[in-house]
């Protein structure tokens, strides 16, 4: 018996399986944005680092947190040009922390079993960026 045809419709499901566990566990990151350059780390535990120019949109990702604490959030910016904001959402969309350039340190309460998505947000930016957090 032939069983090709039933290649495709498997390999689909296979590589939707596939890109579902690379989201949730923080190595798969959701870009919509656009810009002349943007360059940086944003897969790094505990640590994203951009450099942009002309920059609009925004760029998400999971969190994947070790352990239930207390994480400290600080988000260091050097921009020449428009906004940017990093928040931090639970896993029902509900905003938990907001950081920008007047408020750029918060401490959060995360818990180790929970899914938390960053979310970089850019308004006609130029500059860098870097958050950590611990």
């Known amino acids: 018996m032939n069983y090709n045809y039933l290649l495709i419709p498997l390999s689909i499901v296979l590589i939707i399986i596939l890109l579902y566990l690379l989201w949730i566990n923080g190595y798969l990151i959701i870009s919509r944005k656009t810009a002349v350059l943007f360059v940086g780390l944003l897969r790094k535990k505990g640590r994203c680092k951009v450099k942009f120019k002309s920059c609009n949109g925004n760029v998400k990702r999971v969190i994947k947190i070790n352990e239930s604490k207390n994480y400290i959030f600080n988000l260091n910016t050097n921009i020449s040009k428009g906004n940017v ?33 960053l979310i970089l947000s850019f308004e006609n930016a130029d500059g860098e960026l870097e958050l950590t957090w611990s």
């Open 85 to 117: 904001t990093a928040e931090i959402k639970d896993k029902n969309k509900r905003s938990l922390l907001q950081l920008d350039k007047s408020n750029q340190n918060a401490t959060l309460n995360l818990n180790e079993n929970e899914r938390y998505y």
